[in-house]
T-cell receptor, first 117, second 121 residues
Framework: GAGVSQSPRYKVTKRGQDVALRCDPI?????LYWYRQALGQGPEFLTY????????KSGLPNDRFSAERPEGSISTLTIQRTEQRDSAMYRC???????????????FGPGTRLTVL | AQTVTQSQPEMSVQEAETVTLSCTYD???????LFWYKQPPSRQMILVIR??????QNATENRFSVNFQKAAKSFSLKISDSQLGDAAMYFC??????????????????FGKGTHLIIQP
């Protein structure tokens, strides 16, 4: 596609429910990143993939958070047993090459606004 | 771990004037990359400019330029001839080169808290 897309754009859920957030990267982009952005803050790194392999998940807050990218394209971030503190904008980004720590530009999607009641 | 500090929560500038947004960072690494991203009211994240730490020359992109002071660990963004469309949150970001020394999250970007730029017509 023309850019990184994310769905849904808005998600309202009740505390204790599971949610799945989807990211579709730019076609041909190898690396995919997940970030969380609280209101009034900069994005916070969660995890990333090169192809289908999860390279680093040290930013995931706890074991309720998981991510997968089974075919090296679309990725899903899953939050189990959601809590109110999980409310935030969840952003996905992709970049062209799997260069660890390189300058390759990350292109961001529009984000999913998650609200946990 | 690296930290990025943006000490100006909000800045205001008259249209057509020049404004400078400050950013400092803390790192023990010698090679890294620095970025400025713009987040307009639409909440998109748009890359404005990037700088490789090994390059002494400051990066420029049309009306946007940086003042990169490696020894001072400072990376300010200058916007010349400010336009109404420049109104946005601006985030400074850091990325490690060698993830071996950076611990977890090395390949993700580390962002500052942002500066809200207001353009006065």
């Amino acid at each position: 596609g023309a850019g990184v897309s994310q769905s849904p754009r808005y998600k309202v859920t009740k505390r204790g429910q599971d949610v799945a957030l989807r990211c579709d990267p730019i076609s041909g982009h190898v690396s995919l990143y997940w970030y969380r952005q609280a209101l009034g803050q900069g994005p916070e790194f969660l995890t990333y993939f090169n192809y289908e392999a999860q390279q680093d998940k040290s930013g995931l807050p706890n074991d309720r958070f998981s991510a997968e990218r089974p075919e090296g394209s679309i990725s899903t971030l899953t939050i189990q047993r959601t809590e109110q503190r999980d409310s935030a904008m969840y952003r996905c980004a992709s970049s062209l090459v799997p260069q660890r720590g390189g300058p390759d530009t990350q292109y961001f999607g529009p984000g999913t606004r998650l609200t946990v009641l | 771990a690296q930290t990025v500090t943006q000490s100006q929560p909000e800045m205001s500038v008259q249209e057509a004037e020049t404004v400078t947004l400050s950013c400092t960072y803390d790192t023990s690494e010698s090679d890294y990359y620095l970025f400025w991203y713009k987040q307009p009211p639409s909440r998109q994240m748009i890359l404005v400019i990037r700088q490789e730490a090994y390059k002494q020359q400051n990066a420029t992109e049309n009306r946007f330029s940086v003042n990169f002071q490696k020894a001072a660990k400072s990376f300010s963004l200058k916007i010349s001839d400010s336009q109404l469309g420049d109104a946005a949150m601006y985030f400074c970001a850091y990325r490690s080169v060698n993830s071996m020394y950076s611990g977890g999250g090395a390949d993700g970007l580390t962002f500052g808290k942002g500066t809200h730029l207001i353009i006065q017509p």
